[in-house]
């Protein structure tokens, strides 16, 4: 993957991250800070994951990049996104060499699918950090 081609996909997640929680900040519903958006930064991490677009390391650096800026949005620890991300865009990478992903239902599964998965590991690591902060067992 070329610099210019990392740096656009990286400011592309960005910008839609500061679209995303503005408009979470000025919704009308009183109700709207408990509802989740959708997670722009894992689908471009899955887009150039499963794509095959750049290699590995790039997947990689772009998936720390835009999850440090998910922490400082989120208000999380630093490196919970990051960490997310990473394995998030480690697995699709994997995965991409035995999935053909073509078609809406198709590519709506996995990423279905990876957004299970991620969410499962941040509540995970986020529960493994501040266990206060999560469910108790």
């Not at 709207?32 to 650096?61: F, K, N, S, T």
């Not at 440090?68 to 990478?93: C, N, P, Q, T």
């Amino acid at each position: 993957m070329s610099a210019g081609r990392a740096i656009a996909f990286f400011a592309v997640a960005w910008i839609a991250l500061v679209l995303l929680a503005a408009a979470q900040a000025v919704a009308p519903i009183h109700w709207a800070h408990r509802i989740p958006g959708p997670d722009v930064v894992l689908l471009v991490v899955l887009y150039l994951a499963l794509a095959g677009r750049g290699g590995l390391p790039g997947v990689c650096a772009i998936a720390l990049g835009l999850g440090w800026f998910a922490d400082l949005f989120a208000g999380s620890e630093k490196g919970l996104h990051m960490i997310v991300y990473a394995v998030a865009g480690l697995a699709a990478r994997g995965a991409s060499s035995r999935l053909l992903v073509r078609g809406g239902p198709f590519v709506a599964a996995v990423a279905g699918l990876f957004a299970l998965g991620a969410g499962a590991l941040l509540v995970g690591l986020r529960t493994s950090l501040a266990p206060s902060l999560g469910w108790s067992a």
